[in-house]
């Protein structure tokens, strides 16, 4: 099967699952059809990619005929799209996290097992230089073995609007750390080659999130309602995660706190260090030598792919599509892990 054969659909038809059909048709896919419970969304969609479109994604899979699906609906409706895609034998991409829940998540996973399909998740953050730079110094064995990993995906200020499914446990699964900690996560546990967790402390915080005098300069929060009903998750999360091989993780995740922004990831290796910016395009080595005299020896190291993240993902998507082959990177089963990983924080914390 050639990429211009791949006929994909899109489950979700919002903000991202258009960048998805775009991304999938760059990659010389063709997008057939979309579906969404939002007849606006649906309507704006067909228009756009001029497919047909429908309200559930099982008529989408029947009537479409598709090789491969997309999925970016809110979280909750993860499991029930992709199982019933993988059913059919259709390749899932399954935006992050793979699901609301680890019940959710391990049905997806069995899901695959079962399927002559694969499902690929979306942490397209490991496909920008930062990662890729540091995982070939990591194969020759710059860092030696790595001690200890510090990440922080933190806003000052940057809550979704309560009343949005994003701020709704019932839809999302939970708040800032399913969110955009699972970005972290997932980095975090990608350049530490998935260890196996021994044992999770951490601190979950409801503290911003319902308050009226909560101050949003960027806007994060459009139609702001203090107090709303929808507001039942945590804005904030410190944890510390030890591994059966010795190695820990430090995680600061946070939509609000008072403090400055980040989202740095600080690797220990007992040979040398390094820092990057998660999805960032640069990689900082700290080392040290002892050639003529001790010194430090520091280097920053930069890279352009010429495309982003989601886009260099969903290429390797349809490409695995179209040979019939699971890529090597973003499977089910690392996301599966990090899934297990945010539910044992969230039992640590609360």
């Known amino acids: 099967m050639q990429n211009d054969s791949v006929r994909v659909g899109i489950v979700g038809l919002g903000g991202m699952g258009t960048n998805h059909a775009t991304w999938v048709e760059d990659a010389d896919a063709d997008v057939v059809a979309g579906a969404d419970v939002l007849q606006d969304a649906r309507d704006r ?6 497919v047909p479109t429908f309200d559930d994604h099982e008529e ?35 935006e992050k996290p793979l699901a609301h829940s680890v019940d959710a998540a391990e049905q997806i996973a069995a899901a695959a097992d079962r399927s002559d399909a694969f499902c690929m998740v979306g942490f397209h953050n490991r496909l920008m230089p930062a990662a890729r730079l540091f995982k070939t110094r990591q194969s020759d064995g710059q860092f030696g073995d790595i001690s200890h990993v510090e990440a922080d995906f933190v806003r000052r200020r940057g809550i979704p609007a309560p009343g949005s499914w994003f701020t709704d446990e019932s839809l999302s699964g939970g708040g800032a750390l399913i969110d955009i900690g699972v970005h972290v996560i ?19 915080r409801h503290q911003f999130g319902n308050r009226d005098d909560y101050a949003d300069p960027d806007g994060w929060g459009a139609n ?80 352009d792919m010429g495309q982003t993240g989601h886009a260099a993902q969903d290429a390797l998507f349809v490409d695995g599509v179209a040979v019939g082959e699971a890529p090597e990177v973003n499977t ?19």
């Open 332 to 350: 089910v089963e690392e996301a599966l892990a990090v899934q297990h990983l945010i539910g044992a924080i969230y039992d640590a914390g609360r």
């Open 224 to 303: 702001w309602e203090d107090n709303s009903e929808t507001f039942d998750v945590e804005d904030s999360v410190s944890a510390f995660v030890t591994f059966e091989d010795g190695s820990s993780l430090s995680l600061e995740v946070a939509w609000a706190t008072n403090r400055s922004p980040s989202r740095t990831v600080r690797v220990r290796g007992t040979e040398a260090g390094a820092e990057m910016t998660v999805g960032g395009d640069e990689l900082t080595v700290y080392d040290t030598e002892t050639d003529g005299f001790d010194h430090y020896s520091d280097a920053t190291l930069s890279g």
């Open 186 to 204: 997932d980095y975090a546990m990608y350049l530490l080659d998935f260890p196996t967790v021994a044992d999770v402390s951490a601190s979950v």
């Open 45 to 50: 969609f067909g228009a756009e990619f001029d």
């Open 60 to 94: 989408l899979y029947d009537e479409a005929d598709p090789d491969a699906v997309v999925i970016t609906t809110p979280n909750r409706f993860h499991e029930p799209a992709a199982t019933a895609a993988l059913e059919r034998d259709v390749a899932v991409l399954c």
